[in-house]
């Protein structure tokens, strides 16, 4: 991106006297920033295609406009080759610690399940297929190319994965926002909101409700309540295909960042995220053989 992006967001055709243009912390794989326009305030999402991920913006922008259909998401204003434009939402971003709180985790669950229950209906485009083993090996093959540092760990991390993959077996396909961050959800003090559809795509369940216990370190009576309120049934029969998938949640982040070490460009210190997803494979992984 050569353009200074406070004077990209500045010369948008979509806004007339922009102010205050302020950029906003979170975005690791795109900038970020907020303005106001008109008495009103905006996000300005600044963000090229990454091939290397799989993020391709016709992709983002179509499930972004389906979710605010749904009502999940912030509405889209405007949208130009590497540009995306929102309505900004007062809210605040979640944490970890927010996900974890009793008071908190029945809600996400169910704006999760609006997602996979919902977002399909407002489609107007194709969109991708988020499959997280494809992924992990088409990583894997780029690490290697690209002479990574981590290529010495890389054969037993794909074998890894196809163990995982046939643990997971047959699967039920949803439209999948595939990036349960914390600070992807928001709250406004009366519902919650979910943001950055960069990953999105069709994907088991399993993956969004896997992703939401890893990044957030939920305990196994947490999952168990979880996947029993998400199912609406006991969770036993789902347990052994969604443990397998917690770890290639966790497998997933961990080559994203191996891969970001070397092409992203942004101010992020991915070095250390690849260190702290991998210990939290490394127990996911343990988990998944002794149980």
Same mark, same amino acid.
């Given at each position: 991106m050569t353009q200074n992006p406070i004077a990209r967001a500045a010369a948008l055709s979509c806004f007339s006297d922009p102010q205050d243009i302020q950029p906003l912390s979170g975005g690791i794989t795109n900038v970020n920033l907020s303005l106001r326009d008109g008495g009103r305030r905006y996000v300005v999402r600044l963000g090229e295609d990454i091939p290397e991920h799989g993020i391709?913006?016709?992709? &983002?922008? +179509?499930?972004?406009?389906?979710? &605010? /259909?749904?009502g999940i998401s912030p509405a889209v204003v405007h949208s130009e080759p590497g540009v995306l434009v929102l309505d900004?939402? &007062?809210?605040?971003?979640l944490e970890e610690a927010d996900v974890r709180d009793p008071a908190n985790l029945p809600r996400i669950v169910d704006l999760v399940a609006r997602v996979h229950r919902h977002i399909a209906e407002h489609l107007t485009t194709p969109v991708l297929t988020f499959w997280p083993f494809q992924v992990i090996r088409s990583y894997a093959t780029r690490l290697r190319a690209d002479g990574s540092a981590h290529a010495g760990a890389l054969p037993e991390l794909v074998t890894q994965a196809a163990a995982l993959e046939v +643990?997971?077996?047959? =699967?039920? #396909?949803? =439209?999948?926002?595939?990036?349960?961050? +914390? /600070?992807?959800?928001?709250?406004?003090?009366?519902?919650?909101? #979910?943001?950055?559809?960069?990953y999105g795509g069709f994907n088991t369940p399993l993956f969004d409700l896997a992703g939401l216990?890893?990044?957030?370190?939920?305990?196994e009576a947490q999952e168990r309540a979880m996947l029993e309120r998400y199912f609406q049934a006991d969770p036993d029969p789902?347990?052994?295909?969604f443990q397998a998938m917690k770890c290639a949640?966790?497998?997933? &982040?961990?080559?994203?960042?191996?891969v970001s070490e070397i092409h992203s460009d942004l101010d992020f210190d991915y070095a250390a995220y690849t260190a702290e997803n991998m210990a939290r494979l490394s127990a996911a992984l343990s988990d998944f053989k002794n149980a």
């Open positions: 391709m913006r016709w992709n &983002e922008l +179509a499930l972004s406009r389906a979710a &605010e /259909a749904a900004y939402i &007062e809210a605040r971003a +643990a997971t077996g047959p =699967v039920t #396909l949803v =439209v999948g926002h595939n990036d349960l961050l +914390a /600070a992807n959800i928001l709250d406004d003090g009366a519902r919650l909101w #979910l943001i950055d559809w960069e216990a890893s990044n957030n370190g939920l305990s789902h347990w052994r295909a949640s966790l497998m997933r &982040e961990t080559l994203w960042s191996m």
